[in-house]
């Protein structure tokens, strides 16, 4: 599944007080695969916008939620006379909660959620079915601590769960993902002043 993509993003981020911030972002790319057969049917343009406004309580505790809409229209709109029903458009929401725990040493916790309905246009893949409709849920916990980094790197455990609920076979029950794994981040360092 290899591919390429070309594009703009524009974003900007508004503060109305020291304690809540606005940010919104706008993109827009056309992406190219390599594989003929996946090209015919999903090279075009992605859109998708993002509006997120976060609050800080106190100085260990921040809250935020946030919107997204995305599409996908494919350049090759028809395939054999009918229309590909790999065009969508999703709209989503999403939560969280950032923690400092300075009781428990510099534990630091983020847990976040979100909902999007994924609507396909066209034809569902199978015969007598109508067009696809998705309802996605993720959830997300992130731990990681202040004094186990080492030299600008501090280790992340995290743990996520995705669903996706659909009206058409082959997962009108859903198909689910649950990952556990760890990152590291690099840690800018504030320069000294000699």
């Not at 827009?28 to 309580?57: I, K, Q, T, V, W």
């Not at 849920?137 to 600008?152: I, N, R």
């Amino acid at each position: 599944m290899l591919a390429h993509g070309i594009g703009l993003q524009a974003s900007h981020s508004l503060r109305f007080s020291p304690a809540s911030q606005l940010y919104t972002s706008f993109e827009h790319y056309r992406n190219h695969y390599r594989e003929p057969d996946r090209a015919y049917r999903n090279n075009g343009s992605h859109s998708s916008f993002y509006l997120s406004l976060a609050h800080r309580f106190g100085a260990h505790t921040t809250l935020f939620g946030s919107y997204q809409y995305s599409r996908f229209a494919p350049a090759q709109k028809t395939i054999r006379n009918r229309q590909n029903n790999a065009a969508y458009h999703r709209h989503g929401i999403g939560i969280g909660w950032l923690q400092q725990w300075p009781a428990l040493g510099g534990l630091r916790s983020r847990i976040t959620a979100s909902f999007a309905q994924r609507r396909y246009r066209g034809i569902a893949a199978f015969r007598h079915r109508p067009a696809q409709r998705n309802r996605e849920s993720s959830f997300a916990l992130e731990l990681s601590h202040d004094k186990l980094e080492y030299a600008g790197i501090r280790p992340t455990l995290n743990y996520e769960y995705s669903r996706t609920r659909s009206n058409t076979a082959p997962m009108p029950n859903g198909a689910e993902n649950s990952v556990c794994r760890c990152r590291m981040e690099f840690l800018a360092r504030k320069r000294q002043a000699a």
